[in-house]
């Protein structure tokens, strides 16, 4: 993997709080601590010191990804994350133009098989809501919130509601190869009122790639919070 300039995907440091917008194609953390392939790695190189990651994303996700100085912090931060008016909001350019202009999805997600993940009677609870900011000639621009934090949650619950992210490799069938990737940016975190923090609201602009690709479909961005 080639060297990660950090300076260009640095959005903001707060004390000890490290805000990214996670370029696509890298892992969040590695299989070690001396693993080059991924973000943490190349944090710890550019600050001298360890970092750890506040959360995942996929590595084909981009957008907001926070990472901290201080393990203190990660503990304080998962703790507020679970909290049920944190908002986690994204992005997702989807095949089709669904009939509903906001949903709220259920589906429990589990294995369907070895190392599969999807929707399955016993699997995890899980509550995602989406609404359609645009539609276009067979594709959608949709803002998603995540309400829990089950892997793979909105790529499996877009699929099942028969709206797969464009670029989506297992969860379409065949594969989409409009994108080199699934189309989904994590735009927007916001905390609740906390004393860790000294904002609780953090935002990451739209990478490039999804903005051509947006364009493209003829589909248009809004970034109004929902």
Known sequence: MSNLNIE??????????????????????????????CVQYHLMEYFGTMVWAVHQLDADTSGLCLFTLSKSLTTDLKNLWSDQS????????????????????????????????????????????????????????IRARLHTGRTHQIRIHLAHLGHPLVGEEWYRNPPCLLHPRQALHAHRLEFPVNEVLPSNSFTAPVTADLNDLVERLGLRMDLTPA
């Open 86 to 141: 944190m908002v986690k909001e994204y992005f997702a350019i989807t095949h089709g133009e669904p009939e509903w202009d906001t949903t709220d999805e259920y589906s429990p997600i589990g294995s369907v098989g070895e190392g599969s993940l999807g929707v399955h009677q016993d699997g995890k609870s899980a509550h995602t809501n989406f609404k359609v900011i645009d539609r276009s000639d067979g594709y959608s621009l």
């Open 8 to 37: 260009e995907i640095l959005i903001a440091q707060h004390g000890e709080l490290l805000v990214i917008n996670k370029p696509p194609k890298w892992p969040t953390t590695g299989r070690s601590l001396s693993d080059d392939d």
